[in-house]
């Protein structure tokens, strides 16, 4: 099992931008698929980003063409880049490790999470 430790959150203006970096305690290199999900108040936690081990990304909808994820399995870090962010992303961002592709949610019985990083965008 991985540990993964968030950072990199922080309170931003609307149309700011911010770097969040997922530091893992062993190699990323064999973990498929690494993602970012986040969850609101009152909301469910939903994905946001996932990229595979050769590079393909995938983004919900609403943050494509603003948030970059990357992986550097150099330094076994996984960085979500955000752009001009919106009221609407502030929530608690999670890094994912192991997600199953198969499931809807991309959360499956061997995913790890770390413990989050409050993003707080305001108007």
């Known amino acids: 099992q991985v540990q993964l430790v968030e950072s990199g959150g922080g309170s931003v203006q609307a149309g700011g931008s911010l770097r969040l970096s997922c530091a893992a305690s062993?190699?990323?290199?064999?973990?498929?698929?690494m993602g970012w999900y986040r969850q609101a108040p009152g909301k469910e936690r939903e994905l946001v980003a996932a990229?595979?081990?050769?590079?393909?990304?995938n983004y919900r909808s609403s943050v494509k063409g603003r948030f970059t994820i990357s992986r550097d399995n150099a330094k076994n870090t996984v960085y979500l880049q955000m752009n001009s962010l919106k009221p609407e992303g502030t929530a608690v961002y999670y890094c994912?490790?192991?997600?199953?592709?198969?499931?809807?949610?991309?959360?499956?019985?061997?995913?790890?999470w770390g413990q989050g990083t409050q993003v707080t965008v305001s108007s």
């Open positions: 062993g190699s990323i290199g064999s973990r498929n698929v």
């Open positions: 994912a490790a192991d997600l199953d592709p198969t499931k809807s949610t991309g959360v499956g019985v061997n995913t790890n």
């Open positions: 990229i595979i081990s050769g590079g393909s990304t």
